[in-house]
């Protein structure tokens, strides 16, 4: 996880990829892997999605060529590699997020996200423990106790070795410590509540409750803005067909798995960044059409829209 000012609070000067980054591009970064599928409770089934063979293959792929060319001529860069990570993780390229990953943590050794970020792009990539990623992650946590992502994956091994009673007391105490209306929070309560029922574990009195928070500021996890701005020599035109790719395929996901309250929040900020209102209108309509009938996230989605300045359209 990078970043701890909330997304929105950030700075009003902010360019526009970064103001995205922080939400949508950032979705596909959550620090947490969890489960989103029915049919797929897996715990280290990632949150930045899967693979997308229905995308359209464009800007984005040329964006990380771009990268992948800059780094060539610029081998030392931390933020390069993180953000070149993060964008293989994006697209479903796990040993060559690791990779990145493993690079960045070579020149910013002191660094615990380099090292949480590679435990997690090698554990996902794994359906059994990986040797390499519990080292990443044991490094992750001798630098940063508090890394979100190096105590869920840790917890995720666990539960993989048959330790699921002390997988699921990590991932309580990892909730407890997660801050209010986190994009993970209720993935991850799912996650424990699933791993309970499974190995038949009581939880009575062990979740705290949920705390009310604002809906559309809650930090978000992801690159960084001074990882974008670093890694980064796109001019701004370039900059925005890369975020409107993002946007669009965020879109395109959300269409198809639209049980997702965080999603749309991400979708109604990315397009009043972008300027265009009636699409965050559309965006809050479809997500309140989701969850008809639910209407605790109805009202969520709602305050969310409100803080945004999202505009009811009929």
Avoid: C
């Amino acid at each position: 996880m990078t970043g701890g000012a909330p997304a929105g609070r950030r700075h009003s000067s902010m360019p526009t990829i970064i103001l995205i980054a922080a939400g949508v591009m950032a979705a596909a970064s959550a620090a947490i892997a969890l489960s989103r599928s029915g049919d797929d409770d897996s715990p280290t089934k990632a949150a930045h999605g899967s693979v997308e063979p229905d995308r359209p293959v464009g800007s984005v792929e040329e964006k990380v060529a771009e990268l992948e060319a800059k780094l060539k001529k610029e081998p030392d860069n931390p933020p390069g590699w993180r953000l070149l990570g993060w964008s293989y993780y994006e697209m479903g390229d796990l040993m060559r997020s690791a990779a990145a990953y493993r690079r960045a943590a070579e020149i910013e050794p002191g660094n615990a996200e380099n090292w949480s970020s590679l435990g997690e792009a090698l554990q996902t990539a794994s359906t059994e423990v990986s040797p390499e990623a519990a080292a990443a992650f044991a490094r992750a946590l001798k630098l940063d106790p508090t890394d979100p992502r190096a105590r869920y994956f840790s917890a995720v091994q666990k539960d993989l070795k048959g330790e699921h009673e002390a997988a699921v007391s990590d991932w309580i105490a990892l909730l407890k410590d997660t801050p209010a209306g986190a994009p993970w929070e209720q993935d991850l309560r799912r996650t424990i509540e699933q791993a309970a029922a499974k190995a038949k574990i009581d939880l009575a009195g062990r979740i705290p409750a949920p705390r009310e928070t604002s809906a559309a500021t809650a930090a978000i996890p992801g690159p960084s803005a001074a990882d974008i701005a670093a890694a980064s020599s796109m001019p701004p035109s370039q900059q925005s067909e890369m975020v409107r790719g993002m946007v669009d395929r965020l879109a395109s996901r959300l269409k198809r798995e639209p049980k997702d309250a965080q999603g749309w929040m991400r979708l109604m900020r990315a397009r009043m960044v972008l300027g265009e209102a009636e699409a965050a209108s559309e965006a809050l309509r479809s997500g309140l059409a989701a969850f008809k009938g639910d209407a605790g996230t109805q009202a969520q989605l709602n305050r969310a829209a409100d803080e945004l300045g999202v505009p009811r359209g009929g």
